[in-house]
C-alpha cells in the first residue's frame, strides 16, 4: 500500500481555490473570487455554475447528501441533510444542485436557542451560503458553511456577528490606515490560531460514568489532579495508543483543510493539547469547532 504524503492529502477533502480552478469556468471562477474577496454580489447564473461544479466534486469524492452547516447558539454545530437525488420520469433518478439549493436553505428554527429575541412558535429559520470559508466533505456530505436567521432578519447564530465584527475591524482599521496616508491597503483580515486541550477517556470507562456522558465532566469521586502534583505528563513522551490517536486525527484533519501543527501532553493526566497555524477568524472558527 503506497502511503499519501501529507501535501497530497492536505485540503482533499474542501472545495478549495485548487478545486474551484478545476471545476469551474474561469469567468465563474473570477466572479467567486470577487465575491469572496470583496463581497460583491453573485449572480444566480454564477451560483448555477458554482452549485453544479461543488455537486460534480463532492460526488467524485464520493458524496450523496449535501448540507448547510452552520454554529446557532448552542455551543455546537447543525447540518440537515439532503441527497442530491431528483427523480426522472422512468422512475430513476438524476442528481442534482442548483444554485437556490447552495445560496439559501430553510431549516426549521423552533427548537433552537434564540436568546430571547422571538417566540418559538414563529418557527421559520434560513441559512445562507457564507462563501468566505469553504465547502468540505465530511463522513460523505458535502457541509456548505452558513449563516442562521430567523425570517424577520434577527441573528440567530455565532456565525453572523463574528462576520460583522471583522468588517467593522476591516473598515475602522483601513480608516486609520487613510488617516496616516496609506492608501495602497485594500482590506484588514483578522486572524485566530483557537488551540485545543482536550482529556482522552476509554469509552468502556466513560461508558460507566453518566456525570461524563451528561455534564463532560467529573461530578463524583475523588477530585483528579490538574496541577503538576504528578511532575511526569507535562511535555512527556507520548504513549502509543495516545499517539495513534494523534496521528489518525492530524491526518483527518488535514483532509478538511485545517493547519494542525503541535501535538503534546498537557500538565494533568490524559490531558493533551492540538495547536493549529492561524488563518483568517471566520475560517478558524469554523476550522475550530469542526476540530472538536
Not at 234 to 249: D, N, T
Not at 270 to 291: F, K, R, V
Request: net charge negative; aromatic share 10%; with cysteine.
Amino acid at each position: 500500500m503506497v502511503m499519501s504524503t501529507v501535501s497530497e492529502i492536505f485540503g482533499s477533502m474542501v472545495f478549495g481555490d485548487d478545486a474551484m480552478k478545476k471545476y469551474l469556468p474561469k469567468e465563474a471562477y473570477k466572479r467567486l473570487q470577487e465575491t469572496i474577496k470583496n463581497g460583491t454580489k453573485l449572480d444566480t447564473s454564477v451560483a448555477d455554475e458554482v452549485a453544479s461544479a461543488m455537486k460534480n466534486w463532492a460526488i467524485e469524492h464520493g458524496a450523496t447528501h449535501f448540507t448547510h452547516w452552520f454554529q446557532p447558539m448552542t455551543g455546537i454545530t447543525a447540518e440537515k441533510h439532503d441527497s442530491f437525488i431528483a427523480p426522472t420520469q422512468d422512475g430513476k433518478v438524476i442528481m442534482e444542485f442548483s444554485g437556490k439549493e447552495l445560496i439559501q436553505g430553510e431549516p426549521d428554527a423552533s427548537s433552537f436557542p434564540s436568546g430571547g429575541i422571538r417566540s418559538t412558535f414563529e418557527a421559520r429559520g434560513y441559512t445562507a451560503w457564507d462563501p468566505t470559508s469553504y465547502a468540505f466533505i465530511k463522513e460523505g456530505v458535502l457541509c456548505i458553511p452558513s449563516v442562521f436567521c430567523s425570517y424577520s432578519g434577527e441573528v440567530l447564530d455565532k456565525k453572523t456577528p463574528l462576520l460583522r465584527s471583522m468588517e467593522a475591524l476591516n473598515t475602522q482599521a483601513l480608516r486609520i490606515l487613510r488617516l496616516f496616508g496609506n492608501d495602497s491597503v485594500r482590506f484588514v483580515r483578522t486572524t485566530v490560531g483557537p488551540e485545543q486541550e482536550y482529556f482522552l477517556v476509554d469509552k468502556d470507562v466513560y461508558d460507566k460514568r453518566k456525570d461524563l456522558i451528561y455534564t463532560g465532566r467529573t461530578l463524583f469521586g475523588a477530585a483528579p489532579p490538574k496541577g503538576q502534583e504528578l511532575e511526569d505528563h507535562y511535555f512527556g513522551s507520548i504513549k502509543p495508543r495516545v499517539m495513534a490517536f494523534m496521528k489518525e486525527l492530524n491526518e483527518e484533519l488535514w483532509k478538511l483543510g485545517i493547519f494542525a501543527k503541535t501535538d503534546h501532553n498537557e500538565v494533568a493526566p490524559a490531558q493533551h493539547e492540538l495547536a493549529p497555524i492561524y488563518t483568517t477568524t471566520n475560517i478558524a472558527a469554523d476550522h475550530n469547532q469542526l476540530m472538536m
